[in-house]
């Protein structure tokens, strides 16, 4: 189920080293604030928070960074994030959920039809595309942090659906709603995550040729580099050989 909800494999594959640095930090920090900002500090009693964290972590960003996105929910009261899913078709009908993080739904929802448009595809309404997906919760984690055997034995006690070990990182695959109960477990074994969260799964993945594939990669990627956006999901299969050569 690797790369299962939104090309993860490649992305978490690649490190997104191709990325700036302060794009993927800005992202980080509007989680972690928004997270603070709805919640306790106190990160056993905020799971949002304490993902948030995670993955920033994850993401070699500084300590003094976080503190300072974690100290922007009180200094700016004003400050308010909306939570917002976009959906629709993408080039080639790929079917696309996008979540954005905004302070400004004009701008936000403008920018998104744009990167739609230029690439073939179209903006929906909600539920135009959700149905091709279903909402789990995913746990990777780096391989050198415990065996594919002592991970698979975590995830089935601690009650996990699936869990798959491939490339650099194992996968545990949880239903939505034992998400946070089950990740709790999994803390008691082990700390640190690469991300932890509840994502869209496609029920049924679309595989095209070569160039296809590459048009919709980069439509997906125009879409992530977008100030707004948190996530892409897409029901995207990308074929292994394709991956390897990324």
């Not at 979540?99 to 448009?117: P, V, Y």
Request: charged share 30%; with cysteine.
């Amino acid at each position: 189920m690797a790369g299962h909800s939104h090309w993860a494999g490649i992305k978490h594959k690649k490190g997104r080293a191709d990325k700036e640095r302060s794009k993927i930090f800005s992202k980080l920090s509007k989680e972690i604030t928004v997270a603070a900002k709805l919640g306790a500090k106190d990160l056993s009693t905020n799971p949002r928070l304490r993902s948030a964290i995670q993955s920033a972590k994850s993401a070699n960003m500084p300590k003094d960074n976080i503190q300072r996105a974690i100290n922007k929910s009180e200094l700016n009261k004003n400050l308010n994030y909306n939570s917002i899913n976009y959906e629709g078709f993408g080039p080639e009908k790929i079917a696309v959920i996008v979540e954005a993080l905004t302070d400004n739904k004009n701008r936000t929802a403008s920018n998104i039809r744009t990167i739609f448009q230029k690439n073939g595809g179209n903006l929906g309404s909600t539920g135009v595309a959700s149905h091709q997906f279903k909402q789990v919760g995913v746990i990777r984690i780096e391989k050198n942090k415990i065996s594919d055997n002592e991970i698979l034995e975590l995830a089935i006690t601690a009650g996990a659906e699936d869990c798959l070990s491939k490339g650099q990182y194992h996968e545990i695959i949880t239903i939505k709603e034992n998400f946070y109960k089950i990740k709790i477990e999994i803390e008691k074994k082990i700390i640190e995550f690469v991300s932890s969260k509840i994502e869209w799964l496609p029920v049924n993945k679309v595989l095209l040729d070569k160039e296809k594939t590459k048009s919709v990669l980069n439509f997906l990627e125009m879409l992530e580099d977008d100030d707004d956006v948190q996530q892409v999901y897409a029901n995207l299969e990308v074929d292994i050989n394709f991956q390897e050569k990324i």
